[in-house]
């Protein structure tokens, strides 16, 4: 969530097809199925003839370039007031402000589209605010073959985001619909809080690795990846102690990522089940000269479970999509208890939303986040629980299907220990509610 920005609808999709963006979305990004096929056929329709192609003798392309390069701009700026100011991070009784403007939040450039008949991409380059960076986001490039009946679709992939080639909306890297805000715990916000995710949710830009997936009768989805690190900003060509800090740490070796769904769709709708879970060698950088071979490695194993039901009429467009992730965590016995004050740990998340659209103009969306966990008050504070929950509240107009004002309000139920700011800054009478953010946002592209 803090290193990858989600990838949205883009125009060099709509400039390449000639289809207006509800072919292949409800309301950015979510993806209706026509959207899923286009992606998972590698981003490679189009109605316009290539610029450039040849043949070999066996009618073989050996050249295909598009007449229109696949360029666009992902923008985002946001205004958020706080409910409350916390207190000033360097001068004790001071407050900060209790407001931010972002003009840009983000700011993206997007290369997308067919690079052959049967090879596509999808490369983003971000800046991002609240880190003040500029590098490299989401990034794919897929292969994809077909029997002569269509019956059997496969594909194989790179990208460096675990999750990155879903087409449901289930996971971090391609997520459920509300729209991101700078919040006081967010990129590692005020007094350093931040909130407690599952661990793979966290390696967007950190790792890379190859997909291979079959997709049978427009309903079956099969996938296995496997992950490396894949450490950017580095002197050194390999990993070792120098850049173990880059993350908070780097995979040991390769970690296994699956995914399989099954659709199903009728008429104007459609739905959806699947299981996604990855298995991760993690070494920390908590102990300064800390090496990695041989060296303290925890292990994470995820398994998420989520379900998507869309009815895309003319007028109405309904959607309730959500996720529940369980995570079982095996620290090193050599951080415990320094670091970890359990050998295991657990935690738990449900992430629902539910959206509303008439007309493609005017919506409403309602997201629900909660997590629970095992208590550990070496790694999370306090009374050591990594619980919160809270909801998210927003109103959308769209003038156009490419420019989306948002009116959000964030409310915070629970925020424990160290994820909540005004603990770790030392806050008289800290509360969950002082958290709590309204945002005005603007998200376009072109």
């Given at each position: 969530?803090?290193?990858?920005?989600?990838?949205?609808?883009?125009?060099?999709?709509?400039?390449?097809?000639?289809?207006?963006?509800?072919?292949?979305?409800?309301?950015?990004?979510?993806?209706?199925?026509?959207?899923?096929?286009?992606?998972?056929?590698?981003?490679?329709?189009?109605?316009?003839?290539?610029?450039?192609?040849?043949?070999?003798?066996?009618?073989?392309?050996?050249?295909?370039?598009?007449?229109?390069?696949?360029?666009?701009?992902?923008?985002?700026?946001?205004?958020?007031?706080?409910?409350?100011?916390?207190?000033?991070?360097?001068?004790?009784?001071?407050?900060?402000?209790?407001?931010?403007?972002?003009?840009?939040?983000?700011?993206?450039?997007i290369a997308a589209g067919a690079i052959s008949d049967q090879v596509g991409g999808f490369l983003q380059m971000t800046y991002d605010q609240p880190s003040g960076t500029f590098g490299v986001d989401n990034t794919e490039i897929r292969y994809v073959n077909h029997t002569e009946n269509s019956d059997w679709l496969w594909g194989v992939m790179f990208n460096n985001n675990p999750g990155n080639q879903d087409v449901w909306?289930?996971?971090?890297?391609?997520?459920?619909?509300?729209?991101?805000?700078?919040?006081?715990?967010?990129?590692?916000?005020?007094?350093?809080?931040?909130?407690?995710?599952?661990?793979?949710?966290?390696?967007?830009?950190?790792?890379?690795?190859?997909?291979?997936?079959?997709?049978?009768?427009?309903?079956?989805?099969?996938?296995?990846?496997?992950?490396?690190?894949?450490?950017?900003?580095?002197?050194?060509?390999?990993?070792?102690?120098?850049?173990?800090?880059?993350?908070?740490?780097?995979?040991?070796?390769?970690?296994?990522?699956?995914?399989?769904?099954?659709?199903?769709?009728?008429?104007?709708?459609?739905?959806?089940?699947?299981?996604?879970?990855?298995?991760?060698?993690?070494?920390?950088?908590?102990?300064?000269?800390?090496?990695?071979?041989?060296?303290?490695?925890?292990?994470?194993?995820?398994?998420?479970?989520?379900?998507?039901?869309?009815?895309?009429?003319?007028?109405?467009?309904?959607?309730?999509?959500?996720?529940?992730?369980?995570?079982?965590?095996?620290?090193?016995?050599?951080?415990?208890?320094?670091?970890?004050?359990?050998?295991?740990?657990?935690?738990?998340?449900?992430?629902?939303?539910?959206?509303?659209?008439?007309?493609?103009?005017?919506?409403?969306?309602?997201?629900?986040v909660r997590t629970t966990g095992t208590a550990d008050v070496a790694l999370n504070g306090g009374n050591g629980s990594p619980g919160y929950q809270y909801e998210v509240l927003e109103l959308d107009y769209l003038p156009w299907l490419n420019v989306r004002l948002i009116m959000q309000y964030?409310?915070?139920?629970?925020?424990?220990?160290?994820?909540?700011?005004?603990?770790?800054?030392?806050?008289?009478?800290?509360?969950?509610?002082?958290?709590?953010?309204?945002?005005?946002?603007?998200?376009?592209?072109?």
């Amino acid at each position: 969530m803090l290193v990858s920005t989600p990838a949205q609808a883009v125009p060099p999709f709509a400039r390449q097809t000639g289809l207006a963006c509800e072919a292949c979305h409800t309301i950015p990004p979510e993806l209706t199925s026509f959207g899923r096929r286009f992606k998972l056929n590698g981003y490679t329709l189009t109605t316009r003839p290539p610029l450039v192609s040849d043949t070999d003798d066996h009618k073989k392309n050996t050249v295909w370039l598009s007449d229109l390069p696949g360029l666009g701009i992902l923008f985002q700026a946001t205004y958020n007031h706080y409910n409350r100011a916390p207190p000033d991070s360097a001068v004790p009784g001071a407050t900060a402000q209790s407001e931010n403007l972002e003009f840009p939040q983000q700011f993206s450039l997007i290369a997308a589209g067919a690079i052959s008949d049967q090879v596509g991409g999808f490369l983003q380059m971000t800046y991002d605010q609240p880190s003040g960076t500029f590098g490299v986001d989401n990034t794919e490039i897929r292969y994809v073959n077909h029997t002569e009946n269509s019956d059997w679709l496969w594909g194989v992939m790179f990208n460096n985001n675990p999750g990155n080639q879903d087409v449901w909306n289930s996971v971090a890297a391609y997520p459920t619909l509300d729209f991101s805000n700078q919040s006081l715990w967010s990129a590692g916000g005020a007094g350093g809080a931040a909130l407690s995710s599952p661990f793979f949710e966290g390696l967007g830009g950190l790792t890379a690795g190859p997909t291979a997936y079959i997709w049978y009768k427009d309903s079956l989805y099969l996938g296995v990846s496997a992950y490396h690190a894949a450490v950017s900003g580095s002197v050194t060509s390999t990993l070792d102690s120098t850049n173990l800090s880059a993350g908070g740490g780097t995979l040991e070796g390769w970690a296994p990522y699956w995914r399989a769904a099954y659709e199903h769709d009728w008429g104007y709708n459609s739905a959806s089940i699947g299981v996604s879970g990855m298995a991760s060698k993690f070494t920390p950088s908590l102990i300064a000269g800390q090496t990695l071979d041989p060296g303290y490695v925890n292990h994470y194993r995820d398994m998420s479970y989520d379900w998507q039901y869309q009815y895309n009429g003319q007028h109405n467009i309904f959607s309730f999509l959500g996720r529940y992730t369980h995570e079982n965590a095996e620290y090193d016995p050599g951080l415990v208890p320094a670091f970890y004050s359990n050998s295991i740990n657990h935690l738990d998340e449900w992430n629902v939303t539910g959206t509303y659209y008439y007309n493609r103009h005017y919506g409403a969306l309602v997201n629900f986040v909660r997590t629970t966990g095992t208590a550990d008050v070496a790694l999370n504070g306090g009374n050591g629980s990594p619980g919160y929950q809270y909801e998210v509240l927003e109103l959308d107009y769209l003038p156009w299907l490419n420019v989306r004002l948002i009116m959000q309000y964030n409310i915070y139920n629970v925020v424990k220990n160290n994820q909540n700011p005004f603990f770790l800054l030392n806050a008289t009478n800290p509360r969950a509610s002082n958290n709590n953010t309204f945002v005005f946002g603007l998200w376009m592209d072109f």
